[in-house]
């Protein structure tokens, strides 16, 4: 006959030899935790809220609204009409996705290159390399140079002048040389070319670097404002950055009672729904690359 | 495809560094003060005449002699056409100017810009930038010789008699004298703002006229009215008690939005500047036999201060004026000001119907302005004027039947309030930019999305007047406050001349003055501290500017 049975409390996994953190701590912990996602998280449902608030709420809160009392879509109605934003949000998503592929390629293909020691112009290429690491162009000179090129008001002038950026080739060139060099030798045994070799042995084992290589490209593309602030005239080509700008940094007061039947949204819904906007695309993309990125940001990091 | 020349690489280059402050690299020769070219006086240059339109638009409202506005309490029903045909010949006409509204959509999808193109008979092919971020371009469009036809001149830009000289056409042979009469929207724009865009001995663009009455102490006159309080305070002590008695921190209201408005070294006006005024002193600069004095150094600004500094002591001043980021200063003591939340706010008087459209108190919703009252018994309370002209409008040199071709489509675009070129170029196509409400013009979204990003308005504009659409009262309360403001007020002794150090480090001076009136409000740094801020001022760069700004004065009298 057994005794009454002792109710096992599961206690909280720990590593073995440690002892395991206290109801207290535990607790402490939490809140903190709890904080710290609220400090991220309450802007964030605000900027939502914000953008369907009405005049009244915006104006009694001070600007910035965390529980809308009654939902105005008058704002994404503003913005969304005129076709301007979703033209912009177009433009940015061809250029950033244009932009990585190119980026990659040639970020790619010349770290590889200049990852094979011996290669044609080796040490000129990556001393040039280095230099542009070190210095940058001013504004004036890179102007000069896209003008010249015939890319004022392209869309290739917001790709080509920022496709290589030489940390990023840094970065993939000491991935590439960390990689067996038996693999690569035995592909060429087998009569691979290089293009072969790269293609077929080297890309494949380095998803992670370029995925993380690509989404730095990514996010750059997505946020860039400023060279199409001097390169693009023409402002129906102007990508969802520079559009934003305009929003949210331009205040310029509207004046006048609206039509009859017509709601003017109040300035900061407007900014609100356009930076809704444009962070969407970036949520929809990135639960998608997430595990890549979280292999990949350590390219480097640990050797052996 | 362009090729790169080295005589056009070099030309942008040596364009770039005029910008970029080496002016003397284009001097034919220069001043020791290093001006870059030397500045001719600008006295003696001949101004357009002004010819005042004849049977143009009837304000309800007159403007006056001295500097008042006309007010319209409504868009006239039948607007008057008061040019024929189209200035245009059909070409392309470029501009580059900076703007303060959201982008607009572009010309196919644009009804409003089509209706300018087709009332102007150009192709308007407009270059537009947020306003931050004008300088930034200006430099680009300047290196790369990419200046358009028309380039708005917005603030003053480094070495700029330098840029105008090796850029831009010198108007004075087009325009100067009797000349603009070929112009009549032109000519009927006073002769105060042409002077905005006078260097180098000449007359260099067109103004966009405003007005020369400064920022406005605004009041929530139904809650005063309310209250039973008297808005109009006699005195500084009683200006205190109004404070007092507006302040209820348990249902979060302050009588002062903000202490020092950051945006004062730009005409702002908060607490400080306030009670500066009220202490007659001059703005930014006294000007007296032959010496300038600053602000700063005025006895009065230190004692304002210490004002201030109880104030904000006393709990009157919106605790978080001082942690709302510098560029939203602006929205945020507009809301507090709607809310209720804070009753007394300084702002632009052009800010004066959009507070109407954004409040939410209802119909019994009213504001107006304060007049700075003398501080006591011994002192003379002034108000201060801005510059008249917002901006000023370049042409790029080019052939004279161009500039001529230019000319009369400015001519156009500065077309007078209450015509039916001004209803075109501001508001767009009847039935689809805006409507006819209560018999006065109703702007549709569409109209503020397809109109506000282009700001053609800066490209040419007929003189300024008071109108808030569907706000008559507005328009009344401006008007009667203009006519006490104005006469009460004082200029800025160095407005429309130039000093190539203020131009180069103003907003570095400014940091430095602005920082510690914050720190010293706020209790941070005592107000001793304000001598060793003014010397650092000087020693910074104050006095050089003063030394060029006095300069320029003698060369002017």
């Known amino acids: 006959m057994s005794g009454p049975q002792r109710r096992k409390t599961k206690r909280p996994s720990t590593i073995a030899g440690t002892t395991p953190p206290s109801l207290a701590i535990r607790s402490v912990k939490s809140v903190v935790l709890t904080v710290c996602c609220a400090v991220v998280i309450i802007p964030f449902v605000g900027v939502i809220s914000t953008s369907l608030a009405t005049q009244k709420q915006v104006t009694d809160s001070g600007g910035f609204v965390l529980i809308p009392n009654q939902v105005s879509l008058a704002a994404y109605q503003a913005i969304l009409s005129g076709g301007v934003v979703t033209r912009a949000l177009g433009i940015s998503v061809f250029i950033t996705v244009a932009g990585t592929v190119i980026s990659l390629a040639c970020t790619a293909t010349l770290a590889y290159a200049l990852s094979r020691p011996g290669s044609f112009g080796h040490k000129p290429i990556l001393m040039l390399l280095l230099f542009a690491l070190l210095f940058t162009p001013g504004i004036i000179p890179m102007y000069l140079v896209v003008k010249y090129l015939g890319l004022l008001n392209s869309y290739w002038a917001l790709i080509i002048p920022t496709a290589v950026n030489a940390f990023n080739v840094i970065v993939l060139r000491a991935f590439f040389m960390g990689l067996p060099p038996q693999l690569i030798e035995s592909a060429r045994i087998d009569g691979a070319s290089e293009l072969t070799v790269l293609r077929r042995v080297v890309l494949p084992l380095s998803k992670a670097a370029l995925a993380v290589i690509g989404l730095f490209y990514a996010v750059g593309y997505w946020n860039a404002f400023f060279n199409a602030l001097l390169y693009i ?13 305009t929003y949210v940094v331009n205040n310029s007061p509207l004046g006048g009672q609206p039509p009859p039947g017509e709601v003017i949204p109040p300035q900061q819904s407007l ?34 | 495809m362009d090729t790169v020349s080295r005589r056009t690489l070099l030309r942008g280059a040596l364009s770039a560094t005029v910008l970029a402050g080496a002016g003397p690299l284009l001097a034919a020769c220069g001043t020791s003060s290093g001006n870059g070219p030397a500045e001719s006086s600008n006295t003696g240059v001949l101004l357009p005449a002004y010819v005042p339109l004849a ?71 407009l270059q537009v930038v947020p306003g931050s971020d004008y300088s930034d371009k200006l430099n680009v469009l300047v290196a790369g010789s990419s200046l358009p036809d028309l380039t708005m001149i917005s603030g003053i830009p480094p070495n700029l008699p330098a840029l105008l000289q090796a850029e831009f056409q010198d108007m004075t042979p087009f325009l100067g004298g009797d000349a603009v009469k070929k112009y009549p929207m032109l000519a009927n724009i006073p002769s105060l703002y042409w002077k905005t865009g006078v260097y180098n001995g000449a007359l260099y663009g067109i103004p966009v006229p405003r007005t020369i009455m400064g920022d406005v102490f605004y009041y929530r006159a139904d809650i005063l009215a309310a209250k039973g309080l008297n808005p109009q305070p006699a005195s500084y002590a009683e200006f205190v008690t109004l ?80 942690s709302t980021a510098t560029t939203s200063l602006t929205t945020t003591y507009k809301q507090w000001f709607n809310a209720g939340s804070a009753i007394i706010n300084g702002d632009s008087w052009t800010a004066w119907p959009a507070y109407y459209t954004e409040n939410v108190a209802g119909p019994s919703f009213r504001i107006n302005g304060m007049m700075p009252p003398d501080y006591d018994s011994g002192s003379k309370a002034v108000t201060w004027q801005q ?95 203009m006519k006490k403001s104005i006469p009460a007020s004082v200029a800025d002794p160095t407005t429309g001349l130039y000093s190539r150090t203020n131009g180069e480090k103003s907003a570095i001076l400014a940091g430095i003055i602005i920082d510690a009136v914050q720190a010293i409000i706020q209790g941070q740094q005592p107000l001793s501290s304000w001598p060793s801020t003014v010397k650092s001022w000087q020693t910074s760069g104050g006095n050089q500017v003063r030394s060029e700004f006095e300069e320029a004065l003698a060369k002017s009298k």
């Open chain 2, 387 to 481: 510059n008249p002209s917002f901006s000023f409008t370049a042409f790029k040199k080019a052939p004279k039947s161009r500039i001529e071709e230019l000319l009369k489509v400015v001519n156009w675009l500065c077309a007078p309030f209450g015509s039916a070129e001004y209803l075109v170029k501001t508001y767009g196509v009847e039935g689809v930019d805006w409507v006819r409400k209560d018999g006065d013009v109703a702007q549709t979204q569409a109209g503020i999305n397809q109109s506000g990003g282009l700001s053609i308005g800066y490209v040419g504009s007929g003189p300024d007047v008071i109108y808030a659409a569907g706000e008559a009262q507005a328009t009344n309360d401006c008007y009667a406050f």
């Open chain 1, 233 to 245: 005239n023409d402002t129906s080509k102007w990508p969802l950055q520079m559009v934003i700008q």
């Open chain 2, 243 to 322: 404070c007092k008695e507006l302040t209820d921190t348990r249902k979060n209201v302050w009588a002062l939005s903000n202490a020092n408005n950051s945006a004062a070294n730009a005409g702002g006006v908060g607490t400080l500047q306030f009670i500066q005024q009220m202490l007659g002193v001059g703005y930014n600069w006294t000007y007296s036999d032959g010496t300038l004095t600053s602000t700063y150094e005025m006895p009065e600004t230190q004692e304002a201060l210490a004002r201030t500094t109880e104030l904000y002591k006393a709990g009157y001043v919106h605790p978080d004026s001082f």
């Open chain 2, 55 to 125: 049977n143009g638009p009837v304000p309800d409202l007159p403007a006056l002699p001295n500097g008042v506005l006309a007010g319209f309490l409504k868009y006239p029903a039948n607007p008057i056409s008061v040019t024929s045909g189209k200035p245009g010949d059909g070409s392309t006409v470029s501009a580059f100017i900076e703007t303060f509204s959201p982008v607009a959509p572009p010309l196919a999808q644009n009804p409003y810009w089509q209706a300018l193109n087709s009332a102007l008979g150009v192709n308007l092919d």
């Open chain 1, 271 to 304: 900014q609100m729904a356009v930076l809704v906007v444009s962070v969407v695309p970036i949520l929809i993309v990135y639960p998608f690359l997430q595990r890549h990125f979280g292999k990949g940001v350590l390219t480097g990091a640990v050797k052996g």
